[in-house]
């Protein structure tokens, strides 16, 4: 699982080509800079799921676009298949996004509960 807050100030453009699959960067061009934590919830809570963390580079994986439900596409890490996996998208407060990766190939359902107390700022 990751949550994020959208940091409208970060600059998205100087992590695009680090984070991004050239036609997830072909989407996020064409759409708000705030898909890129979209995107970035949804391949950094796959990789924690695999146990690889950042070991492998997100721009590796390429995933369903901000606007279309969350899934894996396309994952492109020499020597290892793409694992089976259910992505769920997450928006625990207008401030954050978030995403839970279950590695399965069954469906899931996911219940989201208000998550606003545990992410408010102090």
Do not use: N
């Not at 940091?7 to 759409?31: C, F, H, I, K, N």
């Not at 994986?61 to 694992?83: F, K, M």
């Not at 997450?90 to 509960?113: K, M, N, S």
């Amino acid at each position: 699982m990751d949550v994020e807050w959208i940091d409208r100030a970060l600059d998205v453009e100087s992590l695009r080509d680090t984070v991004l699959a050239q036609a997830e960067q072909r989407v996020l061009a064409a759409g708000p800079p705030e898909g890129f934590f979209t995107y970035w919830c949804r391949k950094e809570a796959l990789l924690k799921a695999t146990g690889d963390g950042l070991a492998i580079s997100p721009a590796r994986l390429r995933v369903s676009g901000p606007a279309e439900p969350a899934r894996l596409l396309d994952w492109t890490v020499p020597g290892r298949p793409a694992p089976l996996v259910r992505l769920t998208d997450l928006r625990p407060d207008p401030d954050h996004v978030g995403c839970v990766a279950i590695l399965t190939d069954r469906d899931v359902t996911v219940t989201e509960h208000d998550g606003s107390a545990l992410l408010a700022k102090t």
